[in-house]
């Protein structure tokens, strides 16, 4: 069983900086990519930012400029540096992984795995 454990999120003023960071622990064999969705009332959830292993990266256009994501491969777990913050910023973001678990007899198995989700508000 593979858990993503989220942390960082809570309450800034817009311009403010937040950091989340998330861990995965558990049966992974390898990790292909981890990033962080985010989903806002009445919106649905979209991709913030990505990070492939290889240390490729991936931005909303929105975050662009604003947003830096990491990962740590040996310590599996992928950060999001959050800057000058916007009230549209405001959102549960999850952390999510892609990766391969191995079974029994070599066969590889293609999973995915979600966190719980930390909030995130953008409000002066």
């Known amino acids: 069983q593979v858990q993503l454990v989220e942390s960082g999120g809570g309450l800034v003023q817009p311009g403010g900086s937040l950091r989340l960071s998330c861990v995965a622990s558990?049966?992974?064999?390898?990790?292909?990519?981890m990033g962080w969705y985010r989903q806002a009332p009445g919106k649905q959830r979209e991709l913030v930012a990505s990070?492939?292993?290889?240390?490729?990266?991936n931005y909303a256009d929105s975050v662009k400029g604003r947003f830096t994501i990491s990962r740590d491969n040996a310590k599996s777990t992928v950060s999001l540096q959050m800057n000058s913050l916007k009230p549209e910023d405001t959102a549960v973001y999850y952390c999510?992984?892609?990766?391969?678990?191995?079974?029994?007899?070599?066969?590889?198995?293609?999973?995915?795995?979600w966190g719980q989700g930390t909030l995130v508000t953008v409000s002066s």
């Open positions: 999510w992984l892609d990766y391969r678990r191995m079974l029994s007899g070599g066969l590889i198995q293609a999973l995915d795995a």
């Open positions: 558990g049966s992974i064999f390898s990790i292909y990519a």
């Open positions: 990070i492939t292993s290889g240390g490729s990266t």
